[in-house]
């Protein structure tokens, strides 16, 4: 099973969709409107680590991406819109294209 984290954002349901279509299967979503959230640890189970730049401040994207990277974990920033989600994932998963078969 893959899965990822969403750090940032309020609702991810367009996200999340694009997740699916890239074969993720379980998505967690950290809001991280409280402050608090800098003292998570990225659960074992997550690739990959999405943080949503508009909607986190500067402790928590430092923390997470220093932590993904002392774990090995993946992690892509972008803003908090489908379409900035789906090109991070392109670049970071076909560096020569991306098309996606819809269904």
């Known amino acids: 099973m893959s899965a990822v984290l969403v750090i940032g954002g309020d609702k991810i349901d367009s996200i999340t969709s ?3 279509d890239f074969s993720f299967e379980k998505v967690t979503h950290w809001d991280a409107r409280n402050p608090s959230v800098v003292k998570k ?4 189970d997550v690739q990959l680590v999405i943080m949503l730049t508009n909607f986190l401040n500067h402790n928590a994207m430092n923390k997470f991406k220093n932590e993904a990277k ?3 974990i993946e992690f892509i920033c972008a803003k908090r819109s489908e379409s900035s989600v789906f090109c991070e994932l392109c670049k970071k998963y076909n560096p020569h294209g991306c098309i996606l078969d819809k269904k």
């Open 41 to 44: 640890e990225i659960p074992q």
């Open 70 to 72: 002392r774990k090995a």
């Open 18 to 20: 694009v997740l699916q």
